[in-house]
């Protein structure tokens, strides 16, 4: 991919005005298409016995939207070759009526892919986005699995494919509602009354001793670590209620700018040592590399 392709069809890309205003990507090409058509029809949206996630349609429209030539996309398809074949569909159908009683199942992924298929074709993109998305039932599986339900979603929304949004859905689905402790539907609904920004809260945070002990660093994941503590999840819901923030155009505009600088802060900052280790004398002359914590960005 050369800087002069980039360039291209960065300029290519339509930048409206004011605060975070949209970036219209791209429309997807015939190539593109029909590659992202080959993934939906023969993946699984899993592979690998960790369960790992298909990325497959994230990296191929990154790639687009960057300017890739088509010899390079379809490279990207060759070389992910390891990713599972969709499996067969369970002998239940997904239903209005049973559709939340799956959530967490992850060999229905290919029964969920059909129902939400369905749904978009009836009822279009947005409806189907609006009804599932913010539904109570599924909230929590949609920012699970590292908020990787979200990104797929995102994915098919900015890039206008219907196919990519009805895996992103459908991944929501077979994903366990691991983020319930603190995803509240019921306590977020209660009207917006927080008064601080996100960075104050973070400052907050810092100095609460609520969340101590909670994560070792040997911990081997985390968040686990952090959802199991009901005294910490606890503490993680009332901060989200301090959150000063407006249900506007402007609020969530402002909401966003918060969110994308909080983001680099803790990607970008976290990644340098502290103090009291760059002044010991034991590390003079020691060269620290910058880790940028590819969890923390997530």
Same mark, same amino acid.
């Given at each position: 991919?050369?800087?002069?392709?980039?360039?291209?069809?960065?300029?290519?890309?339509?930048?409206?005005?004011?605060?975070?205003?949209?970036?219209?990507?791209?429309?997807?090409?015939?190539?593109? #298409?029909?590659?992202? #058509?080959?993934?939906?029809?023969?993946?699984?949206?899993?592979?690998?016995?960790?369960?790992?996630?298909?990325?497959?349609?994230?990296?191929?429209?990154?790639?687009?939207?960057?300017?890739?030539?088509?010899?390079?996309?379809?490279?990207?398809?060759?070389?992910?070759?390891?990713?599972?074949?969709?499996?067969?569909?369970?002998?239940?159908?997904?239903?209005?009526?049973?559709?939340?009683?799956?959530?967490?199942?992850?060999?229905?992924?290919?029964?969920?892919?059909?129902?939400?298929?369905?749904?978009?074709?009836?009822?279009?993109?947005?409806?189907?986005?609006?009804?599932?998305?913010?539904?109570?039932?599924?909230?929590?599986?949609?920012?699970?699995?590292?908020?990787?339900?979200?990104?797929?979603?995102?994915?098919?929304?900015?890039?206008?494919?219907?196919?990519?949004?009805?895996?992103?859905?459908?991944?929501?689905?077979?994903?366990?509602?691991?983020?319930?402790?603190?995803?509240?539907?019921?306590?977020?609904? #209660?009207?917006?009354?927080?008064?601080?920004?996100?960075?104050?809260?973070?400052?907050?945070?810092?100095?609460?001793?609520?969340?101590?002990?909670?994560?070792?660093?040997?911990?081997?994941?985390?968040?686990?670590?952090?959802?199991?503590?009901?005294?910490?999840?606890?503490?993680?819901?009332?901060?989200?209620?301090?959150?000063?923030?407006?249900?506007?155009?402007?609020?969530?505009? #402002?909401?966003?700018?918060?969110?994308?600088?909080?983001?680099?802060?803790?990607?970008?900052?976290?990644?340098?040592?502290?103090?009291?280790?760059?002044?010991?004398?034991?590390?003079?002359?020691?060269?620290?590399?910058?880790?940028?914590?590819?969890?923390?960005?997530?």
């Amino acid at each position: 991919m050369s800087a002069a392709s980039i360039q291209s069809r960065l300029a290519s890309m339509h930048v409206g005005r004011g605060p975070l205003s949209p970036l219209r990507p791209p429309t997807p090409t015939p190539l593109v #298409k029909d590659l992202l #058509k080959r993934n939906d029809e023969e993946h699984d949206i899993w592979f690998g016995d960790s369960h790992f996630h298909n990325h497959f349609p994230h990296t191929l429209l990154s790639q687009f939207g960057l300017g890739a030539p088509d010899s390079r996309l379809k490279k990207e398809w060759e070389i992910e070759d390891y990713l599972k074949p969709i499996q067969e569909k369970q002998p239940t159908e997904i239903t209005d009526g049973n559709w939340t009683e799956y959530i967490g199942k992850d060999n229905y992924y290919h029964n969920y892919l059909d129902y939400f298929k369905y749904k978009i074709g009836q009822y279009g993109v947005q409806k189907t986005v609006v009804d599932y998305v913010l539904n109570p039932a599924l909230i929590p599986s949609f920012v699970s699995g590292a908020v990787h339900p979200l990104i797929h979603t995102g994915f098919g929304l900015e890039f206008g494919s219907d196919l990519v949004v009805a895996e992103g859905l459908s991944e929501a689905c077979v994903h366990s509602p691991a983020f319930a402790p603190v995803v509240d539907p019921e306590m977020y609904s #209660k009207p917006l009354n927080g008064k601080r920004s996100l960075l104050g809260i973070v400052d907050e945070i810092y100095k609460d001793k609520t969340f101590d002990g909670v994560v070792k660093f040997t911990d081997g994941s985390k968040s686990t670590s952090v959802l199991k503590s009901n005294r910490a999840t606890d503490a993680i819901k009332e901060y989200v209620l301090d959150w000063s923030f407006q249900a506007t155009p402007d609020g969530f505009a #402002k909401g966003w700018t918060e969110l994308f600088e909080l983001v680099t802060h803790f990607t970008c900052s976290s990644g340098f040592p502290p103090p009291h280790i760059v002044n010991d004398p034991k590390y003079k002359g020691v060269h620290f590399r910058v880790p940028l914590d590819f969890f923390l960005l997530y």
